[in-house]
């Protein structure tokens, strides 16, 4: 990602409101776990799986404070459990922003199951979600999902495609 | 040792705190055992999801204790969440994993803690929680939970219970939406916050 993108993520969850992030790294959002890491501002979570993530992303919206989960699209089908339960058993959103692996494009064979999984598996949990694929509408884009998540008590999605992540 | 004899004494420490509470039996039984906690429970019915969210709920309010009611199911269901707390030290969070080595709720087949071999504390310690002890009394267990309230570091015990239920106990009625609405009334008065606020226009 170019620092512009990654500046206008960041720019984006604070004026969300975020103060919590956790977090599985990927290759695509490289550059945005260090700059989220030396923010004074968030404090980030590595975890050890995107379902765990989810799960702390839950808690955190319990105490007041706001919170993202960035991750790969893969990291997606390994929330499924925790998001339906807590989303649809709970009414307890999870706003996530996840790197669009697999689109057209994709040049890694391992990378196909995401961009084939992604929006089905998100349209399955019925959770609305943006793809972007400029750089300028990254920030309204962060800010317009959880405006939603907020009024909904229920998940949103932000996955970051093109030329954003390439 | 009985997992409500455990849960009564835990409860008569408990005042200010925030409890996240796994699913199955143990539902019904803290309901019961700490009627004073009710608004202050968050009653979730999600298998591997309780010690994460209690950990999420501690890292939001770093002045209030947090008290995660695992189980030997949920645990095992999520071992990562050790690993992260291990990294993540947090100063506010003590952990009670009901160890009954049964899915009780399903009718009681083993869990892996069932053949022996398994030792969540020592799971738990492995990964960096160095204050995870295992309780087979109930002397024990209650020495865990004035250690583990009072502890600026994360805290796991691990109940070794029995794996009956106690009879005759009021159920609770209400779902998981409902237990959230209540739980979250109460995170905002207690707080002093807004969590689900109005809307711009009624």
Known sequence: MKKTAVDAVIRGLKRAGVSVVCYLPDSLFKELYPALDADPDIRTIRVTNEGEGAAICGGVFLSGKRAALVMENSGLRASVEPLARMGLGAGIPVIMLMSYRGELGENNWWAIPHGITMEPVLNALRIPYDVVREEKRIEQAIVNAYEW????????????????VR | MKRYDCMKALAARLKDELVILSLGASVDEWYNAAPHMREASLFQQQLGCVTPEAFGLAAGLPNRRI?????DGGMMFNLGILATLGNEQPKNLFVVVWDNECYQSIGGPPTHTASGRVDIAAIARGAGVDNAFTAHTLEEFDAHCAAGLAADVPYI???????????DIRRKHSDGREDKYIFVRHVEETEGVVIMGPSEHN
């Open chain 2, 67 to 71: 008290v995660s009611l695992d189980t």
């Open chain 2, 157 to 167: 015990v691990v109940a070794k219970v029995a794996g009956t239920v106690e009879p």
């Open chain 1, 149 to 164: 998540s907020y009024s909904a008590y229920y998940h949103s999605a932000v996955a970051l495609g093109g030329e954003v």
